[in-house]
T-cell receptor, first 120, second 122 residues
Framework: AQTVTQSQPEMSVQEAETVTLSCTYD???????LFWYKQPPSRQMILVIR??????QNATENRFSVNFQKAAKSFSLKISDSQLGDTAMYFC?????????????????FGQGTILTVHP | GAVVSQHPSRVICKSGTSVKIECRSL??????MFWYRQFPKKSLMLMAT?????????EQGVEKDKFLINHASLTLSTLTVTSAHPEDSSFYIC??????????????????FGDGTRLSIL
């Protein structure tokens, strides 16, 4: 079974500053995906960024980037130039890759979540 | 892009009634859908995996007679909370797993989430 741990229940950052959210995971799988999801007050789940475990290069999406350390099983999210709209709960998630058929997807295991508040 | 429609978004009902929540994939086929429950400021807890044409797989501790799941077609899964009580009040979210080779290609999202249902039992 997989576990995902987010050790920061709450974080805050000033607008335009940079913040890093931590995530560690435990698995015996070698082929998997890692994700960061954002859940604003509307409670809609929004995919922020995705990392495939076999790729060494860290994923980036505009102001969002990850630091993926496979050996350490660490997957942190860095938000640069924080904006008020980044205020949300952030979830780190793990998904085992199902190799049968190539790209079918399975269930997500979520971390506890980190509430991020961006202050003006 | 791929969209999942979840209905209703909000429901308030009396204790003892049954409530049905629908999760519908709008532009792709979904052989698998997932149902989550979320308490305020907490993580999403997987309740069950809904498989088209077969029985749902429930997570440990989830009462299958309480939370009935039906996945009768490749685009629709329903969750029925039977004889609901105040402790069943929660936020329920579904997600759909896209069948490879159907519409929605190009999306980077392996799962597509509905917007959730806020259930309040009085």
């Amino acid at each position: 079974a997989q576990t995902v741990t987010q050790s920061q229940p709450e974080m805050s950052v000033q607008e335009a500053e940079t913040v890093t959210l931590s995530c560690t995971y435990d698995t015996s799988e070698s082929n998997y995906y890692l994700f960061w999801y954002k859940q604003p007050p509307s409670r809609q789940m929004i995919l922020v960024i995705r990392q495939e475990a076999y790729k060494q290069q860290n994923a980036t999406e505009n102001r969002f980037s990850v630091n993926f350390q496979k050996a350490a099983k660490s997957f942190s999210l860095k938000i640069s130039d924080s904006q008020l709209g980044d205020t949300a709960m952030y979830f780190c998630a793990f998904m085992k890759r199902n190799n049968a058929g190539g790209t079918s997807y399975g269930k997500l295991t979520f971390g506890q979540g980190t509430i991020l508040t961006v202050h003006p | 892009g791929a969209v999942v429609s979840q209905h209703p978004s909000r429901v308030i009902c009396k204790s003892g009634t049954s409530v049905k929540i629908e999760c519908r994939s709008l532009d792709f086929q979904a052989t698998t859908m997932f149902w989550y429950r979320q308490f305020p400021k907490k993580s999403l807890m997987l309740m069950a995996t809904s498989n088209e044409g077969s029985k749902a797989t429930y997570e440990q501790g989830v009462e299958k007679d309480k939370f009935l799941i039906n996945h009768a077609s490749l685009t629709l899964s329903t969750l029925t909370v039977t004889s609901a009580h105040p402790e069943d009040s929660s936020f329920y979210i579904c997600s759909a797993n896209e069948l490879v080779g159907t519409g929605g290609g190009g999306s980077n999202q392996p799962q597509h989430f509905g917007d959730g249902t806020r259930l309040s039992i009085l």
